[in-house]
Each structure stands twice: as structure tokens, then as C-alpha cells.
């Protein structure tokens, strides 16, 4: 069973910057699309970014474009979300999330897409 490990949430006051990482169990999890959605108290998990297999295709939603940038390091086996210029409303449980097809050419942005989940990691952004 392939595990996601998130890790890196914590406090920071508004303006600053948070890198989260997640590492996975298992040296297959490179042939697969990785993700990061976050969910905040009494709302739905949103999407916030994703990258493929190879790294070549990227895609962010309309809430962090500009200010957040994932990556995946050279062996594709860990994922990075480098989140800069933080706001109040970024605050929430951040989730990595690995596709559920091997080797998909797009970087999908649809929650459904994606079937082996972190236990995810608290970011607040607060003064």
C-alpha cells in the first residue's frame, strides 16, 4: 500500500512563506500525477495544485496562481509546495494526493482523479 506523508504546516503571520512536502512510500508512486488540495473548517476540499509523472505539466488553481508553485524532486518520489505571500484565507488542512492513472499526460485538477490521500498538515496563516 503506497502511503502519503505531508509535512511542514504551522503558524505564520500573513505575508510569509510555508514549504509543505510529502513524501511517499513507495519508489512507483514516480509513475504517477501528484497533487495538493486544501480544505478550511466548514468548507469543501479545494483544489490548489498539481504536477505530473514527469513534471512537465503543471496547473494551479485561480486562489494561489502567483504565490504558490509545486515541484517534484529528481527522483519524482517527493513532491514540494513552496507557498509564498500567505493570506488569512490560506488557512486550512493541506492534503497530497497521488492520481489514479499511472502516467496521465495532464496534470487533472478533479478531486475524483485522485483515490490515495496524506493525512494532510495545518497551515495557519495568522497575526
Known amino acids: 500500500q503506497v502511503l502519503l506523508v505531508e509535512s511542514g504546516g504551522r503558524l505564520v503571520q500573513p505575508g510569509g512563506s510555508l514549504r509543505l512536502s510529502c513524501a511517499a512510500s513507495?519508489?512507483?508512486?514516480?509513475?504517477?500525477?501528484l497533487a495538493w488540495f486544501r480544505q478550511a473548517p466548514g468548507k469543501e476540499r479545494e483544489f490548489v495544485a498539481a504536477?505530473?509523472?514527469?513534471?512537465?505539466?503543471?496547473d494551479y488553481g485561480d486562489a494561489v496562481r502567483g504565490r504558490f508553485t509545486i515541484s517534484r524532486d529528481y527522483g519524482r518520489v517527493s513532491v514540494h509546495l513552496q507557498m509564498n505571500n500567505l493570506k488569512p484565507e490560506d488557512t486550512a488542512v493541506y492534503y497530497c494526493?497521488?492520481?489514479?492513472?499511472?502516467?496521465?499526460?495532464?496534470?487533472?485538477?478533479?478531486?475524483?482523479?485522485?483515490?490515495?490521500w496524506g493525512q494532510g498538515t495545518q497551515v495557519t496563516v495568522s497575526s
Open positions: 513507495q519508489d512507483n508512486f514516480r509513475n504517477y500525477g
Open positions: 504536477i505530473t509523472w514527469t513534471g512537465a505539466r503543471i
Open positions: 494526493a497521488a492520481d489514479r492513472r499511472p502516467q496521465r499526460m495532464a496534470a487533472t485538477t478533479m478531486i475524483e482523479e485522485y483515490d490515495i
